[in-house]
């Protein structure tokens, strides 16, 4: 008797499903101290029961995901943590966007779902066992067409629920509205999770057996993080400009791991295991500084009611405890040292480099455009924060209600200082995070771990300097006297929200620099009094979802307009009906010569 | 004797498509039937079982007797007109019926092998009752004219299934007998409603209700 689920295998603890256990409840404590202080006011009750309780089951569903042994339950789990968060979207059931937001994620995760059913079935057909170990065996042993086959639909899959571009869609919608810790969440390790399957079903049970799969990815990788943020810098909504830069930092992880695929396959294990080991490193810092501007991002929406930058600014002088946890968490991401995102970028680099000497021709070629490519991504990240940090909390107030923010309650400031503390400490203990890294790489990549000379110097040092030269700049520059003057404004009266710059005005040069893939247009109307006075001039520009407009809809369509030409044939008339039967019966018995 | 309950049945069925009146489509049904009842008594006989007894009887009680009488009441309550109203006129529908029929045989003829002639014959009729009576659902107007086109296609269906040796279960054909009366009755109930509201049961005009 073959057991589908064997109780022995159903709960594999190796150091690489400790690794995402511990990334996992890293995020989720603050995310639900958070919560008490974000969910109060507004839901009450039995709403505010049922989403924390929902909240718990999606965090155990992920935490219990990445633990199991077995293909079959982590179907069923994956399913699972996937239907908890749909209804976690829909938190805020009554708008609109929400609704669709959740309908469409639902919509392309089942479809990621659907591949990745399919790919498991196809092993257990020749394993005969859910077990990762015999699905692994058996993976050996098939042709190289069904093993190419697999690998597409694991991307695929995965990549749905990773939103690896240009499987996207779904994160800039679902992610704005899902209240923000759950934001956090989502972002901070749901969407990790896929790509722990990735690794977890490419790497350890399917087995890298081509180049081109580990090209494969880390092409990906790079078109996902260019894209990513070159449309965060262009969005105008807070939360939706953090989705963006998920998009991006996802790309970056996967640049990593679609690294050590290729030098698994080139036989450099050692090399594959450093690559690997900034990918996680670099996954963990996502976790932890997206989480972090998540929730940024939430207290902002709770202190002010809106997310729209053009109607933030001036935030730092009312919830200066948000801004700078905001800034800890833009430093970060924008890889400034001695925070996190500092050093995993620099590893993926470093992993890239030395890469890029150990394989010979056209490869090293590749992986030396893939660095140029991380850094052109470090670049506009670094650009996308200060726009998002500086529009934000900077300069005047550009509406009523963001001079009327309120700083954000206690529970939900502890949660955004752990996380900033997590940022500031895993960039300061690098070389101690690298080592326990280090191990779980290694025994992914079944190799040595690759030694901590990577990462010899002491960001430590780095930190103390950098503070004890910004305090010392301080204290002497400004020390003695401050003189309080009117600001110049070219000649105007005063100076108010409307000289500021808005975040549209800031993107702009990007805007035109990328103009190639971003297609702007501009709309201007002119409202006159009479022929002579024009009375206010209208201004509005847009740029061009290439996916959404040439990809989906081009696809959706074609599924309409089949759906119209087939239409036809329901008349409404009975009659035509019975002849359907009819015409079938008669085709039917017609064939029965043929069979 | 089965021989001659089959042709009987043949030309029965042939000539629905040729009746143009509703008591006479309805006749038609009741000897139908009746032939078939008889065809049940005699492999009753033949195989002396008398759970065949029992579903003669079902038969005759039911498709002879109570559903030809629930119509003659439904026809003079509506008190509409006894014409079917006809898409094609009876030629061309005596031609369609015998175009089936020699499909049906040619069916027949290629699922059984040949020394069976009974049940080869057997099955060509049935299947020719099945066809013939969703042709008269399709080239009929009247509401009533589709009831009565599923009755006779059961019919059919009900002949294929005792060329099936030892026949099928006896609680299946029980329990096809009262989902025959029940449709019946719903039926009968829904053309009575569709008369009542639209003051006709003309099909065709039904279609203007689609959303």
């Not at chain 1, 295998?9 to 400790?18: E, G, M, Q, R, W």
């Not at chain 1, 900077?394 to 700083?407: G, I, K, T």
């Not at chain 2, 013939?132 to 509401?143: H, N, P, Q, S, Y």
Request: aromatic share 12%.
């Amino acid at each position: 008797m073959n057991l589908l689920i064997n109780i022995n295998s159903l709960v594999v603890l190796d150091p690489f499903a400790l690794f995402f256990l511990t990334v996992i409840l890293l995020i989720s404590f603050p995310a639900l101290v958070y919560s008490l202080g974000y969910l109060q006011p507004k839901y009450s009750g039995a709403k505010l029961l049922t989403t924390q309780l929902t909240t718990v089951a999606f965090i155990l569903s992920m935490a219990l995901l990445v633990i199991v042994g077995n293909a079959l339950v982590f179907l069923i789990v994956w399913e699972l943590m996937t239907l908890l968060s749909y209804l976690l979207i829909l938190t805020d059931s009554e708008s609109d966007a929400a609704v669709n937001a959740a309908s469409l994620y639902i919509i392309m995760t089942h479809c990621g779902t659907a591949f990745l059913t399919a790919a498991i079935f196809l092993i257990y057909r020749h394993s005969g066992s859910f077990d990762l170990p015999a699905m692994a065996a058996a993976c050996q042993t098939m042709s190289p067409l069904l093993r190419n086959t697999l690998f597409f639909f694991f991307l695929i899959g995965f990549g749905t629920k990773a939103g690896v571009v240009p499987l996207h869609l779904w994160l800039p919608y679902a992610h704005p509205q899902a209240p923000s810790h759950i934001s956090s969440l989502m972002s901070g390790v749901m969407i990790k999770t896929a790509l722990y399957g990735l690794i977890r079903f490419v790497f350890l049970v399917l087995g890298i057996s081509s180049l081109w799969w580990g090209i494969t990815v880390l092409t990906l990788g790079i078109i996902s993080a260019l894209i990513g943020i070159i449309y965060a810098l262009m969005d105008k909504q807070l939360k939706r400009l953090l989705a963006y830069s998920s998009v991006e930092n996802i790309g970056l992880i996967l640049l990593g791991i679609g690294l050590a695929m290729i030098l698994t396959r080139l036989n450099l294990p050692g090399l594959a295991a450093l690559a690997l080991t900034a990918a996680l490193y670099h996954l963990l810092n996502h976790a932890v500084f997206k989480g972090l501007l998540f929730l940024c991002a939430g207290s902002v929406q709770k202190g002010t009611g809106t997310l729209n930058l053009e109607k933030l600014g001036g935030l730092i002088k009312t919830m200066p405890w948000t801004a700078g946890f905001f800034l800890v968490g833009a430093m970060g991401i924008s890889a400034l040292p001695p925070l996190n995102g500092f050093v995993s970028e620099w590893l993926l680099l470093q992993a890239l480099f030395t890469g890029g000497q150990s394989v010979p021709g056209l490869p090293a070629l590749y992986l030396a455009l893939a660095a140029a490519a991380i850094a052109l991504t470090g670049g506009l990240t670094a650009a996308c924060f200060v726009k998002a940090f500086g529009i934000t909390f900077l300069a005047l107030p550009r509406s009523q209600e963001a001079a009327e923010a309120r700083e954000a309650p206690r529970t939900m400031i502890f949660g955004m200082a752990f996380l900033a503390a997590a940022v500031v400490c895993l960039g300061l203990l690098g070389p101690t995070v690298f080592n326990v890294l280090a191990t779980v790489a290694g025994s992914i990549c079944r190799a040595a771990p690759p030694p901590a000379a990577f990462l010899s110097s002491d960001l430590t040092i780095c930190f103390v300097l950098a503070l004890g030269s910004g305090l010392a700049i301080g204290h002497f520059s400004n020390g003695q006297k401050v003189r309080v003057g009117r600001t110049w404004a070219c000649g105007y009266y005063e100076t108010g929200s409307r000289n500021e710059y808005t975040a549209t005005a800031f993107s702009k040069p990007f805007r035109i620099a990328f103009s190639f893939f971003l297609l702007p247009f501009r709309k201007t109307e002119k409202v006159k009094d009479s022929f002579y006075h024009v009375k206010s001039f209208v201004y509005e520009t847009y740029t061009t979802k290439i996916f959404k407009e040439y990809l989906y809809d081009a696809g959706l369509g074609l599924v309409l307009r089949g759906a119209r030409f087939f239409k036809r044939a329901q008349a409404g008339s009975i009659h035509l009906y019975l002849s359907y039967i009819l015409a079938t019966l008669v085709l039917l018995a017609l064939l029965v010569r043929a069979f | 004797m089965a021989w001659l309950l089959l042709f009987a049945i043949l030309l029965i069925t042939t000539e629905t498509a040729l009746v143009s009146r509703f008591p006479a489509l309805l006749r038609n049904f009741r000897y139908q039937s009746l032939c078939l009842a008889l065809l049940t008594l005699l492999a009753a006989e033949r195989e002396a079982s008398p759970e065949l007894y029992v579903i003669a009887g079902l038969l005759f009680g039911l498709k002879v007797l109570l559903i030809p009488h629930l119509f003659d009441v439904l026809i003079k309550r509506i008190g509409a007109s006894e014409q079917v109203g006809l898409f094609l006129n009876t030629q061309v529908s005596l031609l369609l019926a015998g175009a089936l029929g020699l499909l049906a045989w040619a069916f027949a003829g290629a699922l059984i092998a040949a020394p069976a002639y009974l049940t080869q014959a057997t099955l060509g009729i049935a299947c020719y009752i099945t066809l013939t009576g969703i042709l008269l659902m399709v080239t009929r107007v009247k509401a009533l004219a589709q009831v009565i086109g599923l009755l006779l296609t059961e019919n059919g269906v009900f002949l294929a299934a005792t060329i099936i040796p030892g026949g099928m279960p006896f609680f299946v054909e029980i329990a096809l007998f009262f989902d025959i009366l029940v449709s019946v009755m719903i039926f009968g109930l829904f053309i009575y409603r569709i008369n009542a509201i639209f003051t006709h049961i003309d099909v065709s005009k039904l279609a203007g209700l689609k959303g």
